[in-house]
C-alpha cells in the first residue's frame, strides 16, 4: 500500500466501495456529492471504476473530454481535469479510461494519483469505485476518512462485501505493520492461522497484541479510525431495512471492527428514471423518500450517527 498517512489533506475524502458491480454505488455517489454541494460545501467526485465509469451519465454529461485517461497516460495534474456539472460548487473528475485496468496501474502512478487526490482545493472528495478487491482498489478505499459500503438485500452482494471489508482491514493490519517488520509474520500466522486457533481477522488482532505487547498499542492506534459506514440500497421491507444491522454485528463479531448502520434507500422506479432521463436525482426529485433517505444518510455518514430502524 502506498504511504500517504505524512501528506495533509485539503478536504475530508469519502469512498464508496462495496465489491460487487450492481448495487448502486454510482447512483450514492452522485447523490452523496450533490446533496454535499447543496449544504454549500465545494466537493468532486472522482471515478475510480476503471472500465465502467458511468459517473458522467447521472449528471446528463455526454462522454467527457477530460478523463483520468489524460492523467495516467499523459502525466495531466488531476485538478486540470475537473467537469462542471449544474452546480458551480460541484465538480467531477471522470474515469473514462480504455487502456489500462486498474491492476495495471503502476505504484508510482498510484502514489501520485493519491497525493493529488488529497491535494484538491475542495471540502469534500467523494470516490466512486469499480467492483472486485484489487489491491489498487482497496488502497483507494484506505486513504479516504470515510468508508462507505454500499449493499443490496442480495446473499451474493452481502458476501462480497464481507470479503471487500475483510480484505481492505487484512491490508490495513500488514501496511501498518510492515515498517515494524511485522508484514511478513502477519502474512505467515494467517496462512498457518488454524495452528494457532485463530478462525478470523478478530482472533488474528487479539493474537497479535498477545504474543506482541509492544505492537498492541500501534494497533490500537491505528484502528482506532477504521471505521465502515454501512447503506442497504434498495431496500423493500422492514426485513430489508433490519439487514444493515445484521451485517454490523457479523461484522462486528468476525472482524471486531468500528460499524456505523448510516442508513438506507428504499427501492423507488423513480431513481431508474432519472438516470434514464439523465438528471440528477437529488436537483429533480427532492420530495421523493428516496431523497430524503439520502439526505438522513449523509448527515449521519458527517456527523457519525446511525439510522434508527423499526425495533430497533
Not at 466512486?128 to 452482494?157: C, Q, R, W, Y
Not at 517488520?181 to 498457518?192: A, S, T
Not at 442497504?232 to 461484522?251: E, F, H, P, T, Y
Request: one cysteine or more.
Amino acid at each position: 500500500m502506498a504511504n500517504t498517512s505524512h501528506i495533509a489533506k485539503e478536504g475530508e475524502i469519502w469512498a464508496v466501495g462495496g465489491g460487487k458491480g450492481g448495487t448502486g454505488k454510482s447512483f450514492f455517489t452522485s447523490s452523496t456529492g450533490t446533496q454535499l454541494a447543496k449544504k454549500g460545501r465545494r466537493v468532486v467526485l472522482v471515478d475510480m471504476d476503471i472500465g465502467g465509469a458511468n459517473l458522467h451519465s447521472f449528471f446528463g454529461i455526454g462522454r467527457p473530454q477530460k478523463s483520468l485517461t489524460s492523467f495516467f497516460e499523459a502525466g495531466s495534474k488531476l485538478s486540470d481535469l475537473t467537469v462542471g456539472t449544474e452546480l458551480p460548487n460541484l465538480s467531477l473528475i471522470t474515469g473514462d479510461i480504455h487502456s489500462i485496468a486498474s491492476d495495471n496501474i503502476k505504484f508510482g502512478q498510484k502514489l501520485r494519483l493519491f497525493r493529488q487526490i488529497m491535494k484538491l482545493n475542495v471540502q469534500n472528495v467523494v470516490i466512486d469505485l469499480g467492483a472486485g478487491s484489487h489491491a489498487n482498489t482497496l488502497d483507494t478505499f484506505l486513504i479516504a476518512d470515510k468508508m462507505i459500503v454500499v449493499i443490496v438485500p442480495e446473499v451474493i452482494a452481502i458476501e462480497n462485501m464481507y470479503h471487500f471489508v475483510k480484505n481492505t482491514l487484512f491490508r490495513k493490519l500488514k501496511s501498518t505493520l510492515k515498517d515494524y517488520g511485522f508484514k511478513e509474520i502477519v502474512q505467515h500466522i494467517w496462512d498457518r492461522r488454524q495452528s494457532y486457533g485463530i478462525k478470523n481477522l478478530k482472533d488474528l488482532i487479539e493474537y497479535l497484541k498477545a504474543s506482541f505487547s509492544y505492537i498492541g498499542t500501534i494497533l490500537d492506534s491505528e484502528l482506532a479510525n477504521f471505521k465502515i459506514h454501512i447503506v442497504v440500497n434498495m431496500v423493500r421491507s422492514n426485513q430489508d431495512i433490519l439487514l444493515g444491522a445484521s451485517i454490523k454485528s457479523v461484522l462486528n463479531k468476525f472482524l471486531g471492527i468500528s460499524i456505523l448502520y448510516s442508513g438506507y434507500i428504499e427501492y423507488n422506479d423513480v431513481v431508474w428514471k432519472a438516470v434514464r432521463e439523465r438528471k440528477p436525482f437529488m436537483l429533480n426529485y427532492t420530495a421523493t423518500g428516496c431523497a430524503k433517505q439520502v439526505e438522513t444518510i449523509v448527515d449521519n455518514i458527517m456527523h457519525g450517527r446511525e439510522v434508527s430502524v423499526p425495533g430497533g
